[in-house]
């Protein structure tokens, strides 16, 4: 595990980080949206790329972003390949925007460029990443979750027993934090794949921000196990979905997920959307039409705020399971796998909430 020279927390996660301003922004969303209009038109994207925006599209610029006729959503044909085992992503019914893969490209590039420029301090190593996070299922829960920022605690709500508590006394709405020795030191020795927050945060503070290069790093550290028979996309797109769940990453580290996101084959930008608890969204997706080696079958979405560009959380769908055929077909949501990631932060102990926690 290599570390980092310079201190690093993601600034877009601390309630006092000032986004880019919407004049700064102003010329990249002129041209995406001249792009995508463009593009619609059957012009190239690279003639709207070789000429500066003119003064009344940048005044219209967010108005023309938000406003997609339905001439857009279809992907075009020609426009990029498609990954084996996926399928032409579909116009969503849910009311939402497909992109095509230009289109695409361009708003991950946006996204990029936009988290690149934040700035970023790592905590220190007695503080403590808060995650407040919902499952959406049959029984969905929402809990809190403390991390000390070294490996050597944890803190709940609700409370989880583990498995030396009296449980009959047991109280889940009580706060149970444990501390416990050096967590990172540990796997180390033991060769343990789980790495602490700040392990995980250093590892992606070292991947470049070209996507060419973020890729073959994250190849060769193997953040996930292989899965024989699975393509290069899926399994790129698995290991992209598991450095998700870090709850801060370093900008260079997510101005490069974007851009490897817009390198996988079949992935497309939704606009226009929510995400699964209400809050505006773009989606980034691929369709498996048949069942992936993984598991995986259908939509697969990872779902970011459309200004800040920070993750919210994602949605996989799993392939039925076979049956014998003498009980009921399940049910779509059966096979659904949603978590959302409903606030997030840094604070100084455990059970502490921050301020203005992000969103």
């Given at each position: 595990?290599?570390?980092?020279?310079?201190?690093?927390?993601?600034?877009?996660?601390r309630?006092d980080?000032?986004?880019?301003?919407?004049?700064r922004?102003?010329?990249?969303?002129?041209?995406?949206?001249?792009?995508?209009?463009?593009?619609?038109?059957?012009?190239?994207a690279?003639?709207?790329?070789?000429?500066?925006?003119?003064?009344?599209?940048?005044?219209?610029a967010?108005?023309?972003?938000?406003?997609?006729?339905?001439?857009?959503?279809?992907?075009?044909p020609?426009?990029?390949?498609?990954?084996?085992?996926?399928?032409?992503?579909?116009?969503?019914?849910?009311?939402?925007?497909?992109l095509?893969?230009?289109?695409?490209?361009d708003?991950?590039?946006?996204?990029?460029?936009?988290?690149?420029k934040?700035?970023?301090?790592?905590?220190?190593?007695?503080?403590?990443?808060?995650?407040?996070?919902?499952?959406?299922?049959?029984?969905?829960t929402?809990?809190?979750?403390?991390?000390?920022?070294?490996g050597?605690?944890?803190?709940?709500?609700?409370?989880?027993?583990?498995?030396?508590?009296?449980l009959?006394?047991?109280?889940?709405?009580k706060?149970?934090?444990?501390?416990?020795?050096?967590?990172?030191?540990?796997?180390?020795?033991?060769?343990?794949?789980?790495?602490?927050?700040?392990?995980f945060?250093?590892?992606?503070?070292?991947?470049?921000?070209?996507?060419?290069?973020?890729?073959?790093?994250?190849?060769?550290?193997?953040?996930?196990?292989?899965?024989?028979?699975?393509?290069?996309?899926?399994?790129?797109?698995?290991?992209?979905?598991?450095?998700?769940?870090?709850?801060?990453?370093?900008?260079?580290?997510?101005?490069?997920?974007?851009?490897?996101?817009?390198?996988?084959?079949?992935a497309?930008?939704?606009?226009?959307?929510?995400d699964p608890?209400?809050?505006?969204?773009?989606?980034?997706m691929?369709?498996?039409?048949?069942?992936?080696?993984?598991?995986?079958?259908?939509?697969?979405?990872?779902?970011?705020?459309?200004?800040?560009?920070?993750y919210?959380?994602?949605?996989?769908?799993?392939?039925?399971?076979?049956?014998?055929?003498?009980?009921?077909?399940?049910?779509?949501?059966?096979?659904?796998?949603?978590?959302v990631?409903?606030?997030?932060?840094?604070?100084?102990?455990?059970?502490?909430?921050p301020?203005?926690?992000?969103?």
């Amino acid at each position: 595990m290599n570390d980092v020279n310079e201190p690093a927390v993601v600034r877009a996660l601390r309630a006092d980080a000032p986004l880019p301003d919407s004049g700064r922004l102003a010329p990249q969303r002129a041209l995406l949206s001249e792009a995508v209009r463009r593009e619609a038109a059957g012009e190239s994207a690279l003639a709207v790329r070789a000429r500066p925006p003119r003064r009344r599209i940048v005044l219209v610029a967010v108005a023309a972003s938000l406003v997609v006729t339905g001439t857009l959503v279809a992907v075009l044909p020609g426009d990029g390949p498609t990954a084996p085992g996926t399928t032409a992503a579909q116009p969503p019914a849910s009311g939402g925007h497909l992109l095509s893969a230009r289109a695409s490209a361009d708003t991950l590039e946006l996204a990029a460029a936009t988290v690149e420029k934040l700035g970023a301090t790592e905590p220190g190593p007695k503080q403590w990443v808060y995650e407040k996070s919902t499952s959406i299922g049959d029984d969905g829960t929402t809990g809190e979750h403390w991390t000390r920022w070294d490996g050597t605690g944890e803190a709940w709500l609700p409370g989880h027993p583990r498995g030396t508590e009296d449980l009959e006394n047991f109280d889940p709405d009580k706060l149970q934090v444990w501390y416990g020795p050096n967590q990172e030191e540990k796997w180390k020795k033991e060769g343990y794949d789980d790495r602490s927050q700040r392990q995980f945060y250093r590892f992606l503070a070292t991947l470049p921000s070209d996507p060419d290069r973020m890729l073959a790093a994250i190849r060769k550290e193997h953040a996930i196990g292989d899965i024989e028979g699975e393509t290069q996309a899926q399994r790129d797109w698995r290991e992209i979905d598991v450095l998700y769940r870090s709850v801060l990453i370093p900008p260079n580290a997510q101005a490069g997920l974007f851009r490897a996101l817009a390198k996988i084959p079949g992935a497309r930008v939704e606009t226009g959307i929510k995400d699964p608890i209400g809050r505006r969204a773009i989606g980034v997706m691929v369709n498996y039409a048949e069942p992936s080696p993984s598991g995986h079958q259908g939509k697969q979405e990872l779902y970011f705020d459309p200004e800040t560009y920070a993750y919210l959380g994602e949605e996989s769908n799993a392939a039925p399971f076979p049956t014998d055929g003498d009980g009921p077909p399940m049910s779509p949501d059966a096979l659904a796998d949603i978590e959302v990631r409903n606030a997030w932060g840094v604070v100084d102990k455990p059970g502490e909430r921050p301020k203005t926690a992000t969103p």
